[in-house]
């Protein structure tokens, strides 16, 4: 017994000496993100005001980011415009965030020094958080944009999930959050807000996760790595059950439990359905599976929704289409994701609706095939400087003819 006693010390020991080991290296590699976000009971996850940390891009960068105390990753903005000067928000997920890039390289940035050297008085503020999508987004205006009574609201679209995003049972197909608010639709194809407040769907696994991805790095990269994954291998699901804290809870999905029905109906936040669907939901599929197109529908009327507030409190909107990576190189061979089918459908809605938008992603093809770039990071499907560059570029010309030649 006391052989086995000391065996069992030994392997402890062990264990523990590599996991440190991990841990030192990971401090010193600065692999991972800080921990920048919190549940909230509106919002589902909110950025921690006055955080800050490393943003490692797999090893491509090395970013302090810092977050003001209002929750932005910007400089400090009142929500009393004392200046004077025209107001942009910028909605948007991870893309617009740009944790990836320095915040003065970042696109929203870049357009702000860009107006005020050419136009008069700018303030474009970055209301960036990571995963959101947009009915994040929309409630994020109710609840904290208009505050700031922007002049112009932009609407920053990744489709490669946003619309995945939209819906509860495709969001937790590919990784995402159970402890959200989310819209359906109604007979009248109104929206209606479900889970709000959000249900506290948190474990005991998921708050130890939560308190070692706060306090070590290596469970940080652990985590990082894992949500990029997209569905989850089932011997890996006890891990993303551990450090699922961060943003509200990670709810693992498999066949049974993110199954769609034939009508792509959603029921609950973590449930919706009872049958697989005859093959895997994709965005980029022109005959799309009924999930797929119910998840189109609710996009589109929250694009609508958001419209209708925005008009309301005086300001205007557009939509800008940030492209994916996989969309602006032409493949090899065969690829997921070089499609035009969700900028396709997206853009005909936009243009019967009379909201006005841009779509990077023409661009980026032309800039891509002459040779020029890289604009997105090898291993971290964000914008490098590079992409925040041209974005930058395409966005201060859509601006200067729609809004501020507009208006002179």
């Known amino acids: 017994m006391r052989k086995l006693l000391q065996n069992l010390a030994l392997m402890l020991f062990s264990l523990l000496f590599t996991l440190a080991l991990l841990e030192g290296a990971a401090r010193i590699f600065k692999l991972g993100t800080g921990l920048f976000w919190q549940p909230d009971a509106e919002l589902g996850w909110v950025n921690i005001p006055e955080a800050s940390g490393w943003e490692s891009c797999y090893g491509e960068c090395e970013i302090r980011v810092t977050i003001n105390s209002q929750g932005l990753r910007d400089h400090e903005i009142p929500y009393e415009n004392e200046s004077g000067a025209r ?12 944790m990836q890039v320095e915040l003065e390289e970042t696109f929203v940035k870049q357009l702000e020094a860009e107006l005020n050297d050419n136009a008069g008085d700018w303030e474009v503020i970055n209301a960036g958080v990571n995963a959101y999508g947009t009915d994040n987004e929309l409630l994020f205006y109710r ?81 990082q790595t894992l949500a990029l994954r997209g569905e989850i291998p089932g011997w890996m ?25 034939g009508e792509g109906n959603s ?29 189109w529908n609710v996009t589109e009327a929250l694009i609508l929704e958001l419209e209708q507030e925005v008009k309301a409190n005086g300001a205007e909107l557009a939509v800008m289409i940030i492209p994916a990576a996989p969309q602006i ?22 243009d019967e609706a009379g909201i006005p938008y841009l779509d990077m992603l023409p661009d980026f093809r032309d800039e891509a095939v002459a040779g020029n770039g890289p604009y997105y990071f090898e291993r971290d499907f964000h914008m490098n400087a590079l992409g925040h560059d041209l974005t930058s570029e395409l966005l201060y010309q859509f601006v200067d003819e729609t809004f501020v030649n507009a208006d002179n």
């Open 267 to 295: 029921e609950g936040s973590e449930t919706a359905v009872s049958q697989t669907p005859p093959r895997r939901p994709d965005i980029c599929d022109p005959d799309a599976l009924p999930i797929i197109e119910n998840a």
């Open 143 to 223: 609840l904290e944009g208009e505050k700031y009574d922007p002049d112009i609201v932009f609407l920053n679209m990744y489709l490669a999930n946003d619309v995945y995003n939209n819906h509860p049972t495709l969001e937790l197909r590919y990784g995402g959050q159970s402890a959200k608010p989310y819209f359906t639709l109604n007979d009248d194809g109104e929206l209606e807000l479900q889970n709000f407040p959000v249900e506290d769907t948190s474990t005991f696994g998921t708050r130890v996760g939560t308190f070692l991805k706060k306090n070590f790095q290596l469970p940080r990269f652990v985590a």
């Open 329 to 350: 190189v032409p493949p090899d061979g065969d690829a997921e994701w070089y499609c035009n089918v969700p900028n396709d459908r997206l853009t005909t809605f936009l």
């Open 87 to 98: 107001r942009i928000l910028m909605l948007g997920d991870s893309t617009t965030a740009a």
């Open 237 to 261: 699901q006890p891990i993303v059950r551990l450090f699922g804290g961060g943003r509200g809870a990670t709810q693992v999905a498999d066949d049974a439990a993110t199954a769609a029905d």
